[in-house]
């Protein structure tokens, strides 16, 4: 199947610092990728759309300003966590397809931990 | 807005025995189905998928799923459990052009 890359795969940083997750689909170009969030022993919580040259569209509750995407090519969406805290520690996917109504390939997902 | 439910958050078998993971939906327009599968510390793997035509899809691993619009189904199975097998589970949705959404997943263990 296609692949969808991320990197990091683990990130330690300390609080108040910003750290810069990216997503690479290898073998398809997507104008669309996602963004989710997952807790451990939960579901995925999407976080925002990433739309490829034009501004992503956040979930409720989502800080768009906390959690800056970049989409500037059809092969690569950045998540940029800012002013990290504590509580943004988490497990972070994306995901890519080659059009909405596809099959969405994941990532191997980032584990963020923020001291 | 469609949703998905997944009966049982943990699921547990003994190995060789039958798997069954239960996955109904809700959904305004045909929906798209998918069955995800995530190890632990990793990202989802897609098991199958149904989009249109043949309601029993079979995936990977032997696994196998079938397309209940009477019954808003699409309960996941697989024959013969095996150790590898012990995962999280998620069923997910897709319908008209909204991001898939998921279910709250199902963790199998499988008994030795």
């Known amino acids: 199947g296609a692949v969808v890359s991320q990197h990091p795969s683990r990130v330690i940083c300390k609080s108040g610092t910003s750290v810069k997750i990216e997503c690479r689909s290898l073998?398809?170009?997507?104008?669309?990728m996602f963004w989710y969030r997952q807790f451990p022993k939960q579901s995925l919580m999407l976080m925002a759309t990433s739309n490829e040259g034009s501004k992503a569209t956040y979930e409720q509750g989502v800080e768009k300003d906390k959690f800056l995407i970049n989409h500037a090519s059809l092969t690569l969406s950045t998540l940029t966590v800012t002013s990290a805290h504590p509580e943004d520690s988490s497990f972070y996917i994306c995901s890519a397809g080659p059009g909405l109504r596809e099959t969405q390939y994941f990532g191997p997902g980032t584990r963020l931990l923020v001291l | 807005a469609q949703s998905v439910t997944q009966l049982g958050s943990h699921v547990s078998v003994s190995e060789g025995a039958l798997v069954l993971l239960r996955c109904n939906y809700s959904?305004?327009?045909?929906?798209?189905l998918f069955w995800y599968v995530q190890y632990p510390n990793q990202g989802l793997q897609l098991l199958l998928k149904?989009?249109?035509?043949?309601?029993l899809v079979k995936g990977i691993n032997g696994f196998e799923a079938e397309f209940k619009k009477s019954e808003t189904s699409f309960h996941l199975t697989k024959p013969s459990a095996h150790m590898s097998d012990a995962a999280e589970y998620f069923c997910?949705?897709?319908?008209?052009?909204?991001?898939?959404?998921f279910g709250k997943g199902t963790r199998l263990s499988v008994i030795a």
């Open positions: 073998d398809f170009q997507a104008t669309t």
């Open positions: 149904y989009t249109t035509g043949a309601t």
């Open positions: 959904s305004s327009v045909p929906p798209y």
């Open positions: 997910a949705v897709i319908s008209g052009n909204t991001p898939l959404v």
